[in-house]
């Protein structure tokens, strides 16, 4: 079992850029396939992408091109890059973790961690 703490969250203006992060504990971290969620106000938990064990990608269309994820196993973490954010990006990010293939149903993720807000100006 892994815990999950992001970071990196903001205020920026549109078009521009951020960089989450999410560091796990434990000693397992690399056979972990791992996603970012997103929830706006009044929304459900959406999918936004994930990275496998192995290190393949794959993202929800509305941020392909724009977000990019990668991991480093050395340092326990998994990383959103966000360019040319919109308005419509703003949300609380979440972070989960699984064992197994990436899915974009937040149900079959039990290891979440707390959140962290981006604020995209218009």
């Known amino acids: 079992q892994v815990a999950l703490v992001e970071s990196g969250g903001g205020l920026v203006q549109a078009g521009g850029s951020l960089r989450l992060s999410c560091v796990a504990s434990?000693?397992?971290?690399?056979?972990?396939?791992m996603a970012w969620f997103r929830q706006a106000p009044g929304k459900e938990r959406d999918f936004v992408g994930g990275?496998?064990?192995?290190?393949?990608?794959t993202f929800v269309d509305s941020v392909k091109g724009r977000f990019t994820i990668s991991r480093d196993n050395a340092k326990n973490t998994v990383y959103l890059q966000m360019n040319a954010l919109k308005p419509e990006d703003t949300a609380l990010y979440y972070c989960?973790?699984?064992?197994?293939?990436?899915?974009?149903?937040?149900?079959?993720?039990?290891?979440w961690g707390q959140g962290t807000q981006v604020t995209v100006s218009s």
């Open positions: 989960a973790a699984r064992l197994g293939i990436v899915s974009s149903s937040r149900f079959v993720y039990r290891t």
């Open positions: 434990g000693r397992t971290f690399s056979l972990y396939a």
């Open positions: 990275i496998s064990s192995g290190g393949d990608t």
